[in-house]
């Protein structure tokens, strides 16, 4: 059964740093890429970065470019968001995916097939 669960969200004040991490399990971790995801109420979810099963090739969306870092650590499950320079308009649900195939399909969710439940990142003073 695969499972995606994230942590490390909550309340930062603008120009603060987060760290949310994603465990994966129930499935070949080292054989698909990852993603995030996030998603405000009302409004679509975005992708916001993706990297391939090795770490050799990551997206980032350009709204958050220079400032997340995407990371991946293939003996503990685990996939990581580093979020630095932390802006209002950052505050979404984070949500963890599982890509279809070992490389980045882009930054839809279309080429997702598992999601975690997500984690609240809210950047306010």
């Known amino acids: 059964q695969v499972q995606l669960v994230e942590s490390g969200g909550g309340l930062v004040q603008p120009g603060g740093s987060l760290r949310l991490s994603c465990a994966a399990s129930?499935?070949?971790?080292?054989?698909?890429?990852m993603g995030w995801f996030r998603q405000a109420p009302g409004k679509e979810r975005e992708g916001i970065s993706c990297?391939?099963?090795?770490?050799?090739?990551?997206l980032y969306a350009e709204t958050v470019k220079g400032r997340f870092t995407i990371s991946r650590d293939n003996a503990k499950n685990t996939v990581y968001l580093q979020m630095t320079s932390l802006k209002p308009e950052d505050t979404d649900v984070y949500y963890c995916?599982?890509?279809?195939?070992?490389?980045?399909?882009?930054?839809?969710?279309?080429?997702?097939?598992?999601w975690g439940k997500g984690t609240l990142v809210t950047v306010s003073s």
């Open positions: 129930g499935f070949s971790f080292d054989f698909r890429a």
């Open positions: 995916a599982r890509a279809k195939t070992y490389y980045c399909e882009g930054l839809g969710h279309y080429g997702m097939d598992y």
């Open positions: 990297i391939s099963s090795s770490g050799d090739s990551i």
